[in-house]
């Protein structure tokens, strides 16, 4: 976790390292961990069906992507979640937001999702893919002058361009 937005979070559960890319919700109980290490944030941490919850975070990524490649699906898809957990005001001895339920746990919990996404691009703050070398995560742009996800992508991305402007010095 580095403390993004939770559609940001969900975009991350794919990541690369030195021994290569991880989906953290490549099987069901990769995605169970991941999505206990997030309870605090979601209302419900039952599990909805994984492809779904993989489709979904595609979506986002797609979406934060930036691309007209697969953007009309993208918005189609998380619409579709996102309709199951409309808040509507309701009377409980008082006026109360209240979400409209869904079918089941699982789906609610992909509507919460879609509803964080809606959030994350609709919100004061931008959505970006980090620009450091080999990094495929995403982060909120809060910051006028963030460029990456973490501090270690910022000094990669550093080492990397004085290596080019050094290596095309030496070639001159």
Not at 29 to 58: I, K, M, Y
Request: glycine share 6%; hydrophobic share 40%.
């Amino acid at each position: 976790m580095r403390d993004e937005p939770l559609a940001v979070e969900l975009m991350n559960t794919i990541w690369a390292d030195r021994t290569g890319t991880h989906d953290a919700l490549a099987t069901s109980e990769l995605a169970r961990g991941w999505l206990n290490a997030h309870a605090d944030r979601l209302e419900s941490v039952t599990p909805p069906p994984l492809g779904q919850l993989r489709e979904l975070r595609d979506a986002a990524r797609t979406l934060a992507a930036g691309t007209l490649a697969g953007r009309a699906a993208a918005l189609k898809l998380v619409n579709a979640y996102v309709r199951a957990h409309w808040t509507e005001l309701r009377w409980d001895g008082g006026l109360v937001a209240a979400r409209r339920s869904a079918p089941a746990s699982g789906s609610q919990l992909l509507a919460t999702f879609a509803e964080a996404i809606v959030e994350a691009f609709t919100s004061d703050y931008d959505v970006r893919a980090c620009t450091a070398p080999g990094c495929v995560l995403f982060y909120a742009r809060v910051r006028d002058r963030r460029e990456w996800c973490s501090t270690a992508c910022g000094n990669r991305a550093r080492v990397a361009r004085h290596y080019d402007r050094h290596r095309k010095s030496l070639q001159h």
